[in-house]
């Protein structure tokens, strides 16, 4: 482990946040509001610890793949904790555990919430409760790749630390310039997206609000009652359209803007993505209809807009879909498993591997049926390798020990059964809404400490992939050799 290189490294996370809390600091003072000076004290607090961390001299520039993870883990858990000093300065969320869950569910993306009355808050927290989404939906490496390229050829291993999804690749060979591609296309979407909820009649601060919860799939709102306090069809078809284009892979994007326009339907992990959602839409709109809306648009309408802000793991809401049939809300409750495509800023388990597991299956069935043939497991064209079907098996079994791990503990609260499954899964997959206590109208203010905490390291988990913050615990992953 290359201490120095990692505390180095943080240290430039740390003044990343700093910069970062500037505009909402800015806001906070066109609105000539009393907290400014919660984020300035903030900032002050970052620069003054980032300082000496940068001073840091390095002989040894090497990184390993353990280097990134330890750069990652660390940096995304202190950026929770100082991201979370502007609620507690504030007075808004005096509770510093309450603010760490509330900053980590931001930059998770999580969109998870212990606040009760959101309306009543200062602007300029709320601008920095949703930016932190967007800071976090790209992710903080990726988006410190793209400012300070500093680390050079480095950066893959941190970016491969965070990105999301199996075997993260390079668009262009300089890892500082794939940085840049992705926050561009992510900038362009951001713009587009404000444009249009504005033209909707959508004021402009609460377009930048519901943009950044809606392309980082968060979900945090500055209505109480989400995306539905509007009423507006336009504008959920607008934020629909936007989850749905952020719950794919990035990449796909890239190569549109190079011509190949038929890049997302010759991807398979898209169709499959395309595939699910559909499906999911009839099902519930069909469900709804016959015992909800009794109105097909008005089934159409919820039924769509639910299912993709569930599967992409934004958690906006325009119905308290608590109040849906079982069969609806099982779909939606496996949704919360599934999420996004690799590559996207949605949670969860992704497409891609939900894609692979399946194939494994086939594969293994027809490995029955047939003991001495040969089946490779393709994804598209090309022959997948043992190596990442491994992978893949452990990460869904990290996975679901981590979930089981995670109700054992909320249990603890003698909570009903839908509360107690459905944080952990809304929380480990970065979705935000559960049902129960935890529902689309509800939030997780009346959870034990304990509870709050573990959901908190719950979110960071499940948004860095498992990998980085199970590995703090192991030990020969903090000695001092390279591998």
């Keep these: ?64 793949a353990r280097d ?53 808050l200062p602007k300029g927290i709320l601008f920095w409760r949703s930016f932190t989404h967007w800071i976090g939906g790209m992710g903080v490496i990726v988006l410190t790749l793209a400012i300070l390229p500093s680390l050079g050829a480095r950066g893959m291993q941190m970016m491969k630390a965070e990105s999301p999804g199996p075997n993260p690749s390079k668009l262009v060979p300089r890892v500082g310039e794939t940085a840049k591609i992705l926050y561009g296309i992510y900038v362009i979407i951001t713009i587009v997206e404000v444009s249009l909820l504005v033209l909707t009649g959508m004021p402009l601060y609460d377009a930048f609000i519901h943009t950044f919860g809606t392309v980082g799939t968060g979900g945090f709102s500055n209505m ?31 190569y549109m803007l190079k011509g190949n326009l038929k890049a997302p339907f010759k991807d398979e992990e898209f169709r499959s993505y395309f595939g699910i959602v559909a499906v999911a839409i009839l099902l519930i709109t069909l469900d709804t209809n016959a015992h909800v809306f009794h109105n097909i648009w008005e089934s159409l309408r919820h039924a769509s807009f639910q299912v993709v802000s569930i599967v992409t793991t934004t958690g906006y809401a325009t119905t308290d879909f608590e109040k849906w049939t079982m069969f609806s809300k099982i779909i939606l409750f496996i949704l919360m498993f599934i999420g996004g495509c690799a590559g996207s800023t949605g949670g969860a388990i992704k497409n891609i591997r939900i894609l692979l597991l399946f194939k494994i299956m086939k594969r293994e069935l027809l490995q029955i049926i047939h003991p001495r043939a040969v089946y490779a497991v393709r994804l598209g064209k090309k022959a997948v390798d043992e190596r990442t079907l491994a992978e893949v098996l452990g990460f869904f079994f990290m996975y679901i020990t981590v979930f089981i791990a995670g109700v054992l503990i909320i249990s603890l609260d003698n909570l009903d059964w839908g509360t107690t499954i459905s944080s952990v899964a809304a929380t480990l997959g970065n979705i935000g809404p559960g049902f129960g206590i935890v529902g689309a ?41 390279s591998i």
């Excluded at 990692?6 to 996370?13: A, I, N, P, T, W």
């Excluded at 507006?232 to 607008?238: D, K, L, R, S």
């Design 224 to 254: 109480n009652l989400s995306v539905g306090a509007y009423n507006n069809v336009f504008a959920e078809i607008i934020i629909t359209v936007f989850m749905f284009i952020s719950g794919a892979n990035f990449t796909l994007y890239y």
């Design 68 to 120: 990134g993870f330890a750069i990652v883990a660390l940096g995304w858990i202190l950026m929770s904790f100082f991201g979370a000093l502007p609620f507690v300065f504030s007075g808004t969320i005096p509770s510093l555990i309450d603010s760490f869950f509330e900053t980590s569910s931001g930059f998770t993306t999580t969109g998870a919430s212990i606040l009760t009355n959101i309306e009543i």
């Design 1 to 64: 482990m290359n201490i120095k290189l990692v505390l180095k490294s943080v240290g430039l996370l740390l003044l990343c946040e700093a910069i970062a809390i500037i505009p909402s600091m800015a806001v906070s003072l066109i609105y000539q509001e009393h907290n400014t000076l919660a984020f300035l004290d903030t900032i002050l607090i970052l620069i003054g610890v980032a300082a000496p961390l940068l001073m840091i001299q390095i002989k040894n520039k090497n990184m390993y």
């Design 441 to 481: 109208t509800g939030n997780y203010s009346s959870l034990s400490d304990i509870s709050k905490l573990t959901l908190s390291i719950l979110m960071i988990i499940g948004r860095l992939e498992i990998y980085p913050i199970l590995l703090l615990g192991v030990p020969s992953f903090w000695k001092r050799v």
